[in-house]
T-cell receptor, first 115, second 111 residues
Framework: DADVTQTPRNRITKTGKRIMLECSQT?????MYWYRQDPGLGLRLIYY???????NKGEISDGYSVSRQAQAKFSLSLESAIPNQTALYFC??????????????FGPGTRLTVL | TQLLEQSPQFLSIQEGENLTVYCNSS?????LQWYRQEPGEGPVLLVT?????EVKKLKRLTFQFGDARKDSSLHITAAQPGDTGLYLC???????????FGDGTTLTVKP
């Protein structure tokens, strides 16, 4: 089984709808991240969490919110989806307790289309 | 916000050729990672470098971290079609626990 899973893998929705993307990990890592990727671009950080009670905004947090329900679960919500939020979304984890670097492990991604 | 510039953006070569891709910044990194991403999948870690001047090898891939820890390169020897993918570098500044990603180099190796 994959260490970092994301659900759903694909989602098509309409403008104005609320959407939740979920991420779960079995790696036991303390830190979790949400990124979006647009064609021809790298990954841009939306939110990150160092532990259940420590959540931080990334460079593009507007229009998004997150919840760290447990150490293993980190969900991303789009309160009112708009077309320019159409993108690939990736969840990632890192283990700062065991590794002093920011090496990250990624899920398979969610392809979101907002019509 | 630190900016990571990767070059070239696109690279198309024949099987057996050598290539180098670059990752440059004006910022100093406490650690830098290289990832490889295939279509429809998440990035997969290739290597982490932390020491200025460090060189790491992974089979036909050689990674170098600049002496000042501001830049890095990835050299592939005798490229194979299986090396095709998007190569991303990511740098962490000041042990902040978050990284900035470059826009990537899309490599295509033709048989």
């Amino acid at each position: 089984d994959a260490d970092v899973t994301q659900t759903p893998r694909n989602r098509i929705t309409k403008t104005g709808k609320r959407i939740m993307l979920e991420c779960s990990q079995t790696k036991g890592h303390d830190r979790m991240y949400w990124y979006r990727q647009d064609p021809g671009l790298g990954l841009r950080l939306i939110y990150y969490s160092f532990d259940v009670k420590d959540i931080n905004k990334g460079e593009i947090s507007d229009g998004y919110s997150v919840s760290r329900q447990a150490q293993a679960k980190f969900s991303l919500s789009l309160e009112s989806a708009i077309p320019n939020q159409t993108a690939l979304y990736f969840c990632a984890t890192s283990d700062r307790l065991a590794d002093s670097t920011d090496t990250q492990y990624f899920g398979p991604g969610t392809r979101l289309t907002v019509l | 916000t630190q900016l990571l510039e990767q070059s070239p953006q696109f690279l198309s070569i024949q099987e057996g050729e050598n290539l180098t891709v670059y990752c440059n910044s004006s910022s100093v990194f406490s650690s830098l990672q290289w990832y490889r991403q295939e279509p429809g999948e998440g990035p997969v870690l290739l290597v982490t470098v932390v020491t200025g001047g460090e060189v790491k090898k992974l089979k036909r891939l050689t990674f170098q971290f600049g002496d000042a820890r501001k830049d890095s390169s990835l050299h592939i020897t005798a490229a194979q079609p299986g090396d095709t993918g998007l190569y991303l570098c990511a740098g962490e500044e000041n042990n902040a626990g978050k990284s900035t990603f470059g826009d990537g180099t899309t490599l295509t190796v033709k048989p």
